[in-house]
């Protein structure tokens, strides 16, 4: 699985967008890219999920350069209730009959008013 | 609402008692999973159950064990716990036929203390 790589801490004001990057540089051909969201003393929660280009849904937006060797989460209009760790991953791609997924150090993101 | 039940949510132990923890779903997934985090770590995966198949990460103490008696049941068995088994343990599932293994859901996780 390959290894991913994101900023440790991240501050940011409510009403801005957060761009959050994280490095995969050794990601395979078929594996896909996937986001959580996790707050204190909760389970992780799925955000998003791509391949290649980008990817929107209510949440956040996904944007994945044609390399493939790193993604950037964006949440916009951040408010203090999107304070959390962000975590980046690696997994197989949809359909496939065997995975897991590996979190990586994460990245704590603090909003302030 | 379709879930991930984890009970307790907060278990205290003492050491070396055995503890089990309790993981249930109604979403019907195939794939179950037993996660350990620790303060200010990211969740390190256990094991999982993909139906009835077991697969145990190669890292993962003997200490723990884990039982899945039907589709909706998993359970975490810790035998012998000590001090450096308090953690959050987080059981997840998902659904590799419909969205795949990368979208996992999870329960609210029980937090474990060894005294």
């Known amino acids: 699985l390959a290894k991913t790589t994101q900023p440790i801490s991240m501050d940011s004001y409510e009403g801005q967008e957060v761009n959050i990057t994280c490095s995969h540089n050794?990601?395979?051909?078929?594996?896909?890219i996937t986001w959580y969201q996790q707050f204190p003393s909760q389970g992780p929660r799925f955000i998003i999920q791509?391949?290649?280009t980008k990817v929107t849904n209510e949440v956040a937006s996904l944007f994945i350069p044609a390399d493939r060797k790193s993604s950037t989460l964006s949440l916009p209009r951040v408010s203090l209730s999107d304070t959390a760790v962000y975590y980046c991953?690696?997994?197989?791609?949809?359909?496939?009959?065997?995975?897991?997924?590996?979190f990586g150090q994460g990245t704590t993101l603090q909003v302030k008013p | 609402d379709a879930m991930v039940i984890q009970n307790p949510r907060y278990q205290v132990t003492q050491f070396g008692k055995p503890v089990t923890l309790s993981c249930s779903q109604t979403?019907?997934?195939?794939?179950m999973y037993w996660y350990q985090q620790k303060s200010s770590q990211a969740p390190k995966l256990l094991f999982h159950?993909?139906?009835?198949?077991?697969?145990n990460e190669a890292d993962t103490p003997d200490n723990f064990q884990s039982r899945r008696p039907n589709t909706s049941f998993c359970f975490l068995d810790i035998r012998s716990p000590g001090l450096g088994d308090a953690a959050m343990y987080l059981c997840?599932?998902?659904?590799?036929?419909?969205?795949?293994?990368?979208?996992?859901?999870f329960g609210p996780g029980t937090r474990l203390t060894v005294l």
């Open positions: 979403l019907n997934h195939n794939v």
């Open positions: 991953l690696v997994g197989p791609p949809p359909g496939s009959n065997t995975g897991k997924l590996i």
């Open positions: 050794n990601i395979a051909t078929n594996d896909y």
């Open positions: 159950y993909y139906d009835k198949d077991f697969n």
């Open positions: 997840a599932t998902s659904n590799p036929g419909q969205t795949g293994f990368n979208e996992q859901f």
């Open positions: 791509g391949y290649k």
